[in-house]
């Protein structure tokens, strides 16, 4: 639109002074004896605070690494099943009617396969199929390469590529491949990951602590940024016990400090881990022999034979040993093993046999430990899941495959976040980006420069102030913006020239944001004899003091000395016209030619298909009200508080009506304005004079005198994020029992799946506020729509310090979006709900009544930082509420919020 006006039978809030991000800063008020309350809320929500800015800290840095963690964990779920099954053959033998080979011939045959490498584990299984596993040493360490060997032949079977490849993914698992400093991310991470839990769940906790639904139900009929945050949270809610247990346990392997945390709860002593072997050592003076370094083949074959038969004669029952050679020369074996009564794979048993004589010493079975024990020695069975039996395992699998799902998730809303911020700074005018100087209020103005003071409910003033500043700048004079609620008495005493471009709220008022103006700084007497001005004003002429506040501006300023450059230039709803007057005056003033830099950079209006539509309140007492939803174009944007402007249509029923018993058909071919179309087309998108057209006359020239339909606006009622544009939206009745034009067209008109032509109007004056703090929004009937998208907004953004006070008719049937409020209220994004019907009762209460009724839990709100959001009805319910407010915080209070930009309105 050209230029706006800003009466248009709906009205919206100040974009006068915003706050800094975070600053909260009170009103004024005297502190009452409900702060003591509100400082634990205070400190409650900057805890919320503190812990988002963590979790989400914590979620961008360590995400990637938790997710390729989590990955190759459900990959390594099942391991050995998995490395077993695709390798016949090398794991697997054919079962033989011979028996085995004695264990100290199979080392004997090993050894003759390999004799430089030594054999630093052997595991024998009971099942006939199962080939013997050997661990093969690499040169002189401790670590090896595991082979299998034929236990009826002693044959090597060479190594199991599933195997291989296993291990490499359980190296990625444990430190990313890269030894050292792979381990250090990877225990990071892990440690983040237990914070992670545990902030995530402190985030998220519900109100109602028993709602089922607030814990586990994922909505999939949100879009956007809501089903993101709702897909994270529930999923997080599902998996915290496995992730706490997860991080619980790997961290067992990442810290010493926390395994011995560890064992010290479980009342264990901490076993000492087996060191290296010592380095070679020379003997004499040069030459020497190297130290004996573990390996089986060096017990000889008589004493291992004794070892094996201590050990099956002592253990009957085994299903899988562990061999392992002494430590050092002459010392025991160790034997690990598992036996038939063993709940999962790592609940081990162990002891040392004596080579030489068989002695078993340090017996230490599984059954036999404490639960403290039992848990530690079975630390990998937990990670793993399969302590719990094959559900656990299935359960620690899918936990550990969600774990992309929050790192993709969490960076999308982050981004999504971040997009977000700098769209609502993109939307608030910026000095910069016009290129005039902002002062601060009360400094002087240079001679030669212009003050432009603006005063906006909705933001159109605004932006025409910032348009005439790039015109002035372009022209090479200095130009200073300030809303009216930053201009003092010093200010205005100073400058010698100035443009007040201001809009009319409702009949006669001044916009919110310029209220304190005009009460306090317009009824005193000023000296203003060097200030020369003047005056754009917005208005509406339907009302009867058609720009009222910009002529008793006018006249006030005239009044104190100020003169009058030229006479005001009043703007009828938006008379596209006045801006080409008021360039050209102020160009003959300034005595400079002006440029006008002010670009059409509104939406431009686009097909909407509706998608969804029923009656939110079947079976009131007032008229139908409806829910609406938009499929909304490709690139479509808006932010809460926005609208939408609709081009309503006649139906064709209507216009066929209108044509009965004329010589004219509707779907008579025309030209209207280069355009081919139908008489009925055109008749549709036009206001219907009292007669159709008679025979003969000129149907192009007839219908261009027919103007267009009027522009219809409504409130959006939900955000970008949940996918479709949403309206709440009643029907309005003509005397004659018909519906209203825009409420007939989108409730009755258009058909589910038809277009409806329409586009986004910005409306910063209704913009919530730019920092964390509470936001307390009043409303009733349709003015429900502003502000449940704020709510979504907010929710979205973590911002929970919320409080709705509504009011309709009765609970019974028009309690609209009750579902969505209440699951938001259990959620802990609505702090307190507060709705008010007026007809449940004898006596009728209304909003304003509640407004009254909590005046003091209002205040203290106030005091800490709170803004004031009203809407819904102009007449009755936001004057009300407006002299219910004055009495709870007082008038000055409520003028300061205006100016603050803390109190805004959107009231039709």
Known sequence: MGIEYENRLQYHSTIAAKCSIGDCGSAHLPRTRHHRRTDVRWTTTMMKRLWFQLHWCFGITAGLVLAVVGLTGALLSYYEELTRAFSPGVMTVAVRDTAPLPIPELIARVHEAVPDRRILLMTVTRAPEDAVGVRLSIGDGTRGETYFVDPYTGQMLGRSQADVVFRFIMDIHRFLTVDGIGKQITAAATLLLFLLALSGLYLRWPRRIGNWRAWFHIDFKKRGRPFLWNLHAVIGTVVLVPYLLSATTGLYWSYDWWRGMLFSMAGVPQPVRNKPAAPPKMAGKGEGKKAALPDLTSTPADDMSRVWSRFTAHVPDYTKVYLRPAQKPGGPLQVTWLDKSVPHERAFSRMDVEAASGEIRNEDRYAEKTTGAQLLTSIYALHRGSFFGQAGIIVMMFSSLMMPVFFVTGWMLYLDRRKKKRALAASRPVVEKHGAEAPVAGTSLAEEGVLIGYASQSGVAEGLAWQTAGMLQGAGVPAQIQPLARIGQAQLGTAKRALFIVSTFGDGEPPDSARRFAQQLMNQAMALPTLRFAMLSLGDSHYDRFCGFGRKLDGWLRAQGGVAAFEPIEVDRGDPGAWARWQERLGEWLGRPLVSSKADDSPRFQSWPLAERHVLNPGSTGLPAYHLAFTPPPGAQWVAGDLVEVLPRHTAARVETFLAGSVWASDVRVSVAGRETTLGDALRERVLPDAAPPAGIDLPAWLARLAPLPEREYSIASTPD??????????????????????????????????????????????????????ILIGNGTGLAGLRSHLAERIAQGHVRNWLIFGERKAAHDRFYDATLRAWQAQGGIARLDPVYSRDQARRIYVQDRVRALAEDIAAWVADGASIYVCGSLAGMAPAVDAALADAIGVDALLDLSAQGRYRRDVY
């Open 722 to 775: 949940e996918g479709q544009l949403m309206l709440l939206v009643r029907q309005a009745r003509n005397p004659d029992g018909s519906l209203g034009l825009g409420s007939g067209w989108l409730t009755d008109g258009v058909a589910l799946g038809e277009s409806v032509t329409m586009r986004v109007r910005p409306n910063p004056g209704f913009h919530g506020p730019a920092h964390a703090c509470g936001m």
